[in-house]
């Protein structure tokens, strides 16, 4: 398995309270994502990183920041985070374009 | 827009062959995939194929490809219980390599 973990994986908070998702990879990989997995959806990307303070936006990305200050750490953030973003996230590393994308195990959050 | 389709649910018994369907709209993906996920897990790659290929066989597992008709099938011979999972086909994106995500295939598998 890739060097990824995930932390917390699994969190409860309220509507209106800031969050934030830590991803951390062991293998020195340039690219980071962060995906959102909800029923009927599959996987949507929210933000991905192509390198230390690259940053930029995927499909789903209201409501959420990210940063990356060092090649091992990728953040999400919701900032006022609301019921519709309960979900299951997934952090997601790549060496290079087209090679293979590697999963972390996920975070469960509920927003109440 | 990009977009991959999958029908929803699949059932088989233990033994049989599964095949299961997925349809893309980018036709300048150069990879697709196909990612395993078990109950409260994450994913696992399968297995892929590149886009000039249109066959590639790994023990159990038979991709077939077909650009013309923008078709990918995972197909899973002697199928068996462990088996019953989601699988998700995903075609790669040039902006940044992000994956574009079927809905996944929920495969059950009946003793």
């Known amino acids: 398995d890739a060097g990824i973990t995930q932390s917390p994986r699994h969190k409860v908070t309220e509507t209106g309270t800031p969050v934030t998702l830590r991803c951390h990879q062991t293998?020195?990989?340039?690219?980071m994502y962060w995906y959102r997995q909800d029923p009927g959806h599959g996987l949507r990307l929210i933000h991905y990183s192509y390198g230390v303070k690259d940053t930029d936006k995927g499909e789903v990305s209201d409501g959420y920041s990210v940063s990356r200050s060092k090649t091992e750490d990728f953040l999400l953030t919701l900032e006022s985070a609301t019921s519709s973003q309960t979900s299951v996230y997934f952090c997601?590393?790549?060496?290079?374009?087209?090679?293979?994308?590697?999963f972390g195990p996920g975070t469960r959050l509920l927003v109440l | 827009g990009e977009d991959v389709e999958q029908s929803l649910f699949l059932s088989v018994r233990e033994g049989d062959s599964s095949v299961i369907n997925c349809t893309y709209t980018d036709s300048s993906s150069t990879y697709l995939y196909w990612y395993k996920q078990e109950p409260g897990a994450g994913l696992q790659l399968l297995t892929y194929i590149f886009s000039n290929m249109d066959m590639k066989q790994d023990q159990r597992l038979t991709v077939l490809l077909n650009k013309k008709d923008k078709h990918l099938s995972l197909r899973i011979a002697d199928t068996q219980t462990g088996d019953s999972a989601i699988y998700f086909c995903?075609?790669?994106?040039?902006?940044?390599?992000?994956?574009?995500f079927g809905q996944g295939t929920e495969l059950s598998v009946k003793p």
């Open positions: 997601a590393i790549n060496r290079e374009i087209g090679e293979t994308q590697y």
């Open positions: 293998e020195n990989h340039r690219y």
């Open positions: 995903a075609e790669s994106s040039g902006q940044g390599g992000k994956l574009i």
